[in-house]
Nanobody, 129 residues
Framework: QVQLVESGGGLVQAGGSLRLSCAAS????????VGWFRQAPGKEREFVAA???????????DYADSVKGRFTISRDNAKNTVYLQMNSLKPEDTAVYYC???????????????????WGQGTQVTVSS
């Protein structure tokens, strides 16, 4: 069993930065891939970034107005924590951000919500213009 708790969200002006944390309980966390997703009001939850258990593999969303180049995912297994550093924030980044843990890794698997076994409760990120 893995429990995930996100933190670090808040209100920031456009162009600013935030670092989200996903703290996990459970000694098996190191064996899980972790993904970050976000959900804006009235929209579906969308993939942002993922990192494999060993940190060797990372993958970022590749859609219009992508986070790639602005966001960085990393993890510290000694602290059971995954981070999402968000720079050059835009108003369209406003959403609730969720972290999730799963046992499988491929670029096709990590982008889908159904690939994850555990989810956090989310943290609100609001970017003002």
């Amino acid at each position: 069993q893995v429990q995930l708790v996100e933190s670090g969200g808040g209100l920031v002006q456009a162009g600013g930065s935030l670092r989200l944390s996903c703290a996990a309980s459970g000694r098996t966390f190191v064996s899980y891939a972790v993904g970050w997703f976000r959900q804006a009001p009235g929209k579906e939850r969308e993939f942002v970034a993922a990192i494999s258990s060993s940190s060797i593999n990372v993958y970022y969303a590749d859609y219009a107005d992508s986070v790639k180049g602005r966001f960085t995912i990393s993890r510290d297994n000694a602290k059971n924590t995954v981070y999402l550093q968000m720079n050059s924030l835009k108003p369209e980044d406003t959403a609730v951000y969720y972290c999730a843990a799963g046992t499988r890794w491929s670029t096709k698997v990590v982008v889908t919500t159904t690939s994850y076994d555990y989810w956090g409760q989310g943290t609100q990120v609001t970017v003002s213009s």
